[in-house]
């Protein structure tokens, strides 16, 4: 999840003037503390599958990306921290573009 906060407070500085850097470290924030909280409860309770080392950041993620992508999953770093590249290229296209409308 580090690498996919970096990714996006990277876009946000170089193309959208820091826009975004606060909302972005916000809701990760948010996302690491859940993950916390999903760790405790798995050792409070005895939750194998959850308080193993095998139960990581990279879980949660994968779990969201294969449930809230409409894209055919791969299992592949390259694939999974590309997809928000990819996206993060159009909102700076957008950007840039409504900017240029705008003049």
């Given at each position: 999840m580090e690498k996919a906060t970096s990714l996006l407070v990277y876009f946000s500085n170089r193309y959208l003037?820091?826009?975004l850097d606060?909302?972005?470290?916000h809701y990760f924030g948010e996302i690491?503390?859940?993950?916390d909280n999903?760790?405790?409860?798995g050792k409070e309770f005895g939750i194998n599958l959850i308080k193993g080392k095998e139960f990581?950041?990279?879980?949660?993620?994968?779990?969201?990306?294969?449930?809230?992508?409409?894209?055919?999953?791969?299992?592949t770093a390259p694939y999974v921290l590309g997809y928000p590249k990819t996206n993060m290229d159009r909102l700076r296209r957008e950007a840039i573009e409504d900017?240029?409308?705008k003049n």
């Open positions: 003037d820091k826009k606060s909302d972005i470290n690491f503390e859940i993950y999903i760790k405790h409860i990581n950041e990279k879980n949660i993620m994968r779990y969201h990306f294969i449930t809230l992508s409409d894209d055919n999953y791969e299992a900017d240029y409308s």
